[in-house]
């Protein structure tokens, strides 16, 4: 009946705002903003935005999926009737055929989103009292997951995740290029040699030696056993792709090249319920509870804005960076404003004030990475992989100004140096081909099409001249193997870029990670200034500084949430029973 309601909700609201000379008052209560909600598909998690403007929905996008190619078509099935032709109701779910999951989905992401922005919430609403567990984790994305599967496999123990969004998955629901690690099973298969030492010396050179180096390693050294779990959960990391900065191929990824993110987050999901984790959504923490120094707790808040008191031997902490507070990154590093933020909403670096109070440490506050290709309108991140399977960069001249694939600070820098602050990123057929996570961008309408180099051109206002000069420079050089311009290497040129349709996509570089926080040690202890552990208190993921120095390496990202909160989960673990 909910769905049903939900669904007639939906319709009505699509209808109403796409059509002026309807009456817009049917639904009432939308709130202005943008509004994101999640449903599960084939694959993994949907999410979707809507966008509202004077209480109608004025855009409904997928923002995140990692559907298969195949599925592609249900999602803009049901988008494009929605928006376009204004009848989502004439999209029986059923009817889509063969992609009821990921249609089903994608509706109910959308009906979770326009809740949302009612104010209301798809579950009935659970007001929490005082209480005692084991372990309580802060923060539902890849490291909170990571860490509470991980404790939950130590043996039986109470687990209680929170998170203060109405939705899991924080920003792992927008990651895109896949999980790092180096000597994995899946290499060898493949025959890609690669080495610990290798990955580590990446790493630290990519950080510009900033790094921690006890971390990296023992980072480097956990992430192979790492890609195994994932792969026992049910993760199929079965694609190795290249990322900038790194020597070999290492990214590990679900077949095809799809988004890492959702596929994640279904697999990490799928463990909670099997292990009988509780997730409270909605439920914020606002503080740290202790006795003499220890941790013994949180205070969290409900839904209607009452508090209580969760009791715990131990807390971990995985709220995430701080990079959708605009006013502490540009308080932090003031060359960043007026940046768009690549964040999900809640990426708001609450704990950080939490932790100074016991004591806590934070380092690197400052080193802030920008992201080279976020999408120039709407700000949704390009990944890096359709670099790592071939794209180039250029100016609106048509000119290739850099080497695409070296490290993103440098890349960005370059990109900022263009006219504009900003570049097309080019690909042809073949690249479109080789990652599925680029059907993503087309359902979300951000590739310009071109049937020929010269169709390009004139659709992106590029002189077609240049561009064609400079895309048949590129073909010369990737067939010889050396990039006389900007250094290239033969194998971060994949392929040439000769096979019609053609395809642009304006990019400027946007703040993607906070790579300071807490202080922490290798077995995931949040440290004190003096170096010291505070007793009960772990930490995994974005919200911890220090292993990637200057400048995160692509792929490092989800690795280090997955690691470290598989760690910390461990660790809070033996905490509890040492
Ligand atoms: O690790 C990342 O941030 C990453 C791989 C992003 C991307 O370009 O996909």
């Known amino acids: 009946m909910l769905a049903a309601i939900l669904t007639f909700c939906c319709l009505l609201v699509f209808t109403s705002c796409l059509n002026d000379d309807e009456d817009t008052s049917i639904i009432e209560g939308l709130r202005d903003g943008e509004w994101t909600g999640s449903g599960e598909g084939r694959s993994g998690n949907i999410i979707a935005k809507i966008v509202v403007e004077e209480g109608k929905v004025v855009q409904a996008i997928v923002v995140s999926q990692s559907e298969s190619v195949f599925a592609q078509d249900a999602i803009n099935t049901i988008l494009g009737n929605a928006i376009g032709k204004q009848d989502l109701m004439s999209v029986e779910v059923d009817g889509v055929t063969g992609a009821t999951l990921t249609s089903t989905g994608v509706v109910d992401a959308i009906n979770m989103a326009l809740l949302a922005s009612m104010g209301k919430q798809t579950d009935e609403v659970t007001t929490y009292k005082d209480s005692t567990c084991d372990i309580v984790v802060v923060g539902a994305g890849g490291a909170g997951l990571s860490a509470a599967v991980a404790a939950a496999e130590t043996g039986d123990m109470k687990i209680i995740v929170l998170e203060k969004q109405g939705i899991i998955g924080g920003n792992t629901n927008y990651s895109t290029g896949g999980i790092n690690a180096a000597e994995t099973d899946v290499q060898k298969s493949l025959g890609i040699e690669d080495s610990k030492q290798l990955f580590f010396e990446d790493i630290m050179r990519g950080g510009k030696n900033e790094n921690i180096p006890s971390l990296v390693w023992n980072f480097v050294d956990h992430a192979p056993a790492t890609i195994s779990w994932l792969t026992t959960m049910g993760a199929d990391l079965s694609d190795v792709g290249l990322m900038a900065g790194s020597s070999v191929k290492r990214t590990h990824r679900p077949k095809g090249g799809t988004a890492i993110g959702p596929h ?315």
């Not at 991140?381 to 695409?404: M, P, Q, S, W």
């Not at 990109?415 to 990123?425: D, T």
């Open 264 to 578: 994640l987050m279904k697999v990490l999901k799928e463990a909670t319920t099997h292990q009988n984790i509780e997730i409270r959504t909605t439920n914020k923490v606002v503080g740290l509870l202790s006795s003499n120094g220890t941790v013994t707790g949180v205070k969290v808040q409900n839904a209607d804005g009452s508090t209580y008191k969760l009791n715990a031997k131990a807390v971990v902490i995985a709220t995430g960076g701080f990079g959708a507070n605009l006013e502490m990154v540009t308080r932090l590093q003031p060359s960043l404003g007026g940046f768009a933020t690549l964040n999900h909403p809640g990426a708001t670096g609450d704990a950080f004030d939490w932790v100074k109070s016991l004591g806590g440490a934070t380092i690197q506050m400052a080193n802030i990475q920008i992201h080279p290709t976020a999408e120039a309108v709407n700000h949704i991140l390009i990944t890096e992989a359709v670099r790592g399977n071939g794209a180039i960069l250029v100016n609106h001249a048509g000119k290739r100004f850099c080497n695409e694939m070296d490290t993103r600070d440098v890349v960005s820098d370059a990109i900022l140096r263009q006219q504009s602050g900003e570049a097309f990123l080019i690909f042809d057929q073949g690249v479109r081909k080789s990652l599925a996570s680029i059907e993503t961008y087309a359902n979300q309408h951000l590739l310009v099409q071109g049937n020929t180099i010269a169709e390009l051109a004139s659709l992106t206002g590029i002189p077609a001249e240049s561009l064609e000069e400079s895309m048949s420079r590129y073909n010369t050089q990737q067939k010889a193997g050396v990039d006389d311009d900007f250094g290239r290497s033969a194998t971060e040129m994949t392929a040439t870029l000769e096979t019609a349709p053609f395809y642009a996509v304006r990019v400027r570089p946007a703040i993607h990670h906070t790579m300071g926080g807490l202080s922490v040690d290798t077995e995931t202890h949040v440290l004190k200034a003096d170096g010291t552990p505070i007793p009960g208190l772990y930490a995994a993921g974005e919200v911890t500084g220090g292993l990637h120095g200057a400048n995160r390496l692509g792929g490092n990202g989800v690795a280090d949430i997955v690691v470290n909160g598989r760690l910390a989960g461990q660790a809070a673990a033996r905490h509890c029973n040492p």
